[in-house]
């Protein structure tokens, strides 16, 4: 079983910065591909971002190329995600996931591709 655990939420000004992480544990972290979604208030939860598993990859929603980079750091057994010029559609809870086979990017931007959820954790961003 795969526990991730998000943190790294706040609220924060338009314009501004938060960087996210994501904690894992459970399974062996460096053998697969994370992304992060998110889920705004009324709406359908989003593909947000994604990294290969060895980090050679990276993709992004068009909503946020350009202002958010993903990351991950295999020793540290987390994936973060940094996110500038942050605007007030921006705010949702957001969530960390887990791909559901190794070495294996998949069809990244849909959630079926992944088995294992953090908790989430809120960003909210005033104008």
């Known amino acids: 079983q795969v526990q991730l655990v998000e943190s790294g939420g706040g609220l924060v000004q338009a314009g501004g910065s938060l960087r996210l992480s994501c904690a894992a544990s459970?399974?062996?972290?460096?053998?697969?591909?994370m992304g992060w979604f998110r889920q705004a208030p009324g709406k359908e939860r989003e593909f947000v971002a994604a990294?290969?598993?060895?980090?050679?990859?990276?993709y992004y929603a068009d909503s946020v190329k350009g202002r958010f980079t993903i990351s991950r750091d295999n020793a540290k057994n987390s994936v973060y995600l940094q996110m500038n010029s942050l605007r007030p559609g921006d705010t949702a809870v957001y969530y960390c996931a887990s791909e559901r086979r190794a070495y294996t990017v998949g069809t990244y931007y849909s959630q079926g591709e992944y088995d294992n959820w953090g908790q989430g954790t809120q960003v909210t961003v005033s104008a």
């Open positions: 990294i290969r598993w060895n980090g050679g990859s990276t």
């Open positions: 459970g399974r062996t972290f460096s053998s697969y591909s």
